[in-house]
């Protein structure tokens, strides 16, 4: 009979401990190693030569060919993607509770289903009465969907390879068990244990699988560290449930890149693709105040206009207090010592308050232009003209340092109506011309504040 042995696993990263401990050493969380119970199994069988002969396979003898993909009807979905749903590929989603990612993979079942894919939604946490409520809100379904409440995935094995559905959705992967498995649900051992049966199944079968994954409260998806690196592709799910705006961001791409992002408003009938997010992103900016600048950060392949704003004013007290808030707290700490040191700003004696218009978070380079010329034209209390654009890096010498992709930046100013663009001296030399908007470029930061402020 096979031993059974109590091991202990981190929730956070999934190490393995042979005894309980306060702290994870590895990762050094406190109060996340868990108790399971694994037994020792003695493999018997003997690989013969030929078997390991037929593994190997000689680099120049794979054929290659270009991934098959669904499209999911939502173009949004399907840029950060990469183009589609690659067949026999699976796809974590995570976000916070209440975020939609359910209501974002019945939609997506819902254009399929349209398209006569076939579909099998695989609940594990609501009942088929409440799918169907959340259903009739977004609108009318095809007859190639199925429902299932099951959490076994015995049972959900079996179903899948009666069926052969095109696409499967697992909601969520933390309410699956195996039987074999003697741990709870959700426990570090399932989640690995289920993710990796599913894994063979879709490579096994070409079926393309759908994953809802829960996140801690630092925004992680719950479970082992190993859940992200088993699948092709996760995809974090992000912002203010209270608001009115998401963020689909991936993380993580086998078939394509990690650095588009998608963005969604969330209506009564479900999610609406947001088509053009620098409009959204400058909509409600205030005319004639100071502090108020327009800047320009890339996502991938995509250029987003973004409002930065900032606040100076006179501390009350001996310790001045900084605030970010969709950037990086210690680069605004960063560009404000560059204005005390190469500009002569005393900023030594402020409160200074920096936030992002829109509820996005944004940590390129290229914003540091905006972000500086923001807090000088708010300590000046000067505003800057409205149809005035920037991007740049800021370097610790107060230099302007160029940035990648500056020409489809600009082109975008361009497309939203902005007639002026301030923007690094070396990337304005490798552009080609450009009609229709006025290019300045400026070589430190001090160049750009006597020229705006």
Not at 136 to 165: A, H, Q, Y
Not at 347 to 372: F, H, Q, R
């Amino acid at each position: 009979m096979a031993k059974e042995k109590i091991v202990f696993y981190c929730q956070s990263c999934g190490a393995e401990s042979s005894k309980w401990m306060g702290q994870c050493p590895s990762c050094k969380e406190w109060n996340t190693l868990v108790e399971e119970v694994v037994s020792a199994k003695k493999g018997n069988k003997s690989i013969s030569r030929q078997e390991i002969k037929a593994k190997v396979t000689k680099i120049k003898d794979i054929k290659t060919a270009e991934e098959a993909r669904i499209p999911t009807g939502m173009a949004e979905l399907d840029r950060v993607l990469g183009g589609g749903i690659v067949t026999g590929s699976m796809i974590l989603v995570g976000g916070d509770p209440g975020i939609g990612k359910s209501t974002l993979l019945l939609q997506v079942c819902k254009n399929l289903a349209d398209a006569s894919r076939n579909i099998l939604y695989v609940s594990g946490e609501e009942s088929l009465q409440q799918i169907k409520i959340r259903a009739e809100r977004i609108g009318e379904f095809g007859d190639s969907l199925s429902l299932l409440c099951e959490t076994n995935l015995e049972v959900i094995g079996e179903i899948v390879k009666r069926d052969l559905p095109q696409i499967v959705v697992i909601d969520s992967i933390q309410t699956m068990y195996n039987e074999t498995i003697s741990s709870a649900p959700g426990s570090v051992s399932q989640v690995r244990e289920s993710t990796g049966h599913l894994l063979q199944m879709a490579k096994g079968l070409g079926i393309a699988f759908f994953i809802i994954g829960h996140v801690t409260k630092e925004g992680v998806v719950a479970g082992p560290r190993v859940l992200e690196h088993m699948v092709d592709t996760v995809l974090y799910f992000e912002g203010d449930r209270h608001a009115a705006y998401r963020i689909l961001r991936g993380v993580k791409n086998r078939f394509g890149s990690t650095n588009e992002i998608g963005v969604f408003e969330m209506r009564s009938f479900g999610l609406e693709e947001v088509e053009n997010p620098s409009e959204f992103m400058l909509g409600g900016k205030p005319e004639g105040a100071s502090g108020s600048v327009v800047a320009c950060s890339m996502e991938g392949s995509r250029p987003i206009l973004l409002e930065v704003q900032a606040l100076v004013c006179r501390s009350n007290f001996g310790m001045p207090r900084r605030t970010a808030a969709g950037c990086d707290f210690n680069r605004v700490n960063l560009l404000m010592a560059v204005l005390e040191k190469r500009v002569g700003l005393k900023l030594g004696t402020c409160d200074a308050y920096v936030n992002i218009a829109g509820g996005i978070k944004m940590n390129e380079p290229a914003i540091d232009l905006g972000i500086v010329l923001a807090l000088a034209s708010s300590y000046k209390n000067r505003p800057v003209d409205e149809k005035v654009i920037c991007f740049g890096e800021v370097g610790l010498s107060g230099e302007v340092r160029a940035v990648s992709m500056a020409e489809q930046r600009i082109l975008e100013a361009k497309k939203l109506g902005f007639t002026a663009c301030i923007l690094p001296e070396a990337a304005k030399s490798a552009l080609p011309p450009i009609d229709g908007i006025r290019l300045q470029a400026v070589k430190s930061v001090k160049d750009a504040i006597d020229l705006l402020i």
